[in-house]
């Protein structure tokens, strides 16, 4: 049978390498795209994905065991819920994993899982790549954001044996996050602008609507790259 709901969730190994960014443009994608999803924030410093989407988003304290298991209900309710990790994350969710069984209820609860690990060109930000693989394995389905607002030279990780047990073993895909100017994004979180309200916000100036509008119409040619991870099986 296929797969009719799915979790994606949004990490990297440390904080500001820009995965609450990489989350707010997933949930712009979905609701230009009309795809019905649940957001969960999981940062308790900056949760970005809830400030900027409070109306489809919830929070969750990780320091209260079995607060994770929101994200389990909700799967009665929401066929794809999309997952802001903080940062290093990864060992507090595997443990709920193993403590809730889920990587063995994945059939009946016909359950797809998807990692995208957001990396800059730092070579620190590919250990909880690493980890990730080996705690979920072929479990689940993953995806490397590399965020060129951060540098484009990715050497370190593109020439690293983890790129290629990654994209072999793992058969991982790849995307890049474009760059938006800093002005631009400084005018959006001063003033808490979503990007699908950017587009006609009367304190932003055209230019910075136009950048927002480029950058979204890039992020989405990305997106449509790794579609299949990012919702629920189609046709399902």
Same mark, same amino acid.
Not at 110 to 127: H, Y
């Given at each position: ?84 990790? %903080?940062?290093?994350?990864?060992? #507090? !969710? ?6 809730? =069984?889920?990587?063995?209820? &994945?059939?009946? *609860? ?57 994209? %072999?073993?793992?058969?991982?895909? #790849? !995307? ?6 800093? =002005?631009?994004?400084?005018? &959006?979180?001063? *003033? ?45």
């Amino acid at each position: 049978m296929s797969n009719t709901k799915r979790i994606v969730f949004i990490t990297g190994d440390k904080g500001g390498v820009g995965k609450s960014f990489v989350a707010r443009a997933l949930a712009q994608y979905y609701l230009d795209k009309k795809i019905p999803f649940h957001g969960y924030d999981i940062d308790p410093v900056n949760p970005n994905l809830h400030q900027f989407y409070p109306q489809c988003t919830s929070t969750i304290n990780l320091e209260k065991h079995g607060e994770l298991d929101l994200v389990h209900d909700d799967l009665g309710k929401h066929s794809l819920l999309l997952v802001d990790c %903080a940062a290093r994350s990864i060992t #507090e !969710i595997a443990h709920w994993f193993n403590e809730m =069984r889920i990587f063995k209820q &994945l059939p009946d *609860l016909r359950l797809s899982l998807t990692f995208a690990f957001v990396i800059t060109p730092d070579k620190s930000c590919t250990v909880i790549m690493k980890d990730a693989l080996e705690r979920f394995g072929h479990e689940a389905s993953f995806f490397v954001v590399k965020n060129y607002a951060k540098g484009e030279d990715f050497s370190i990780y593109e020439e690293s044996n983890l790129r290629k047990r990654f994209l %072999a073993e793992f058969h991982g895909k #790849e !995307i890049t996050m474009p760059q938006l100017l800093e =002005r631009t994004v400084v005018h &959006l979180d001063s *003033l808490d602008i979503a990007f699908g309200d950017a587009m006609y916000h009367p304190e932003l100036t055209m230019s910075d609507r136009s950048r927002v509008f480029g950058f979204l119409d890039e992020m989405y040619e990305q997106f449509e790259i790794v579609r299949p991870w990012l919702i629920p099986e189609e046709g399902a």
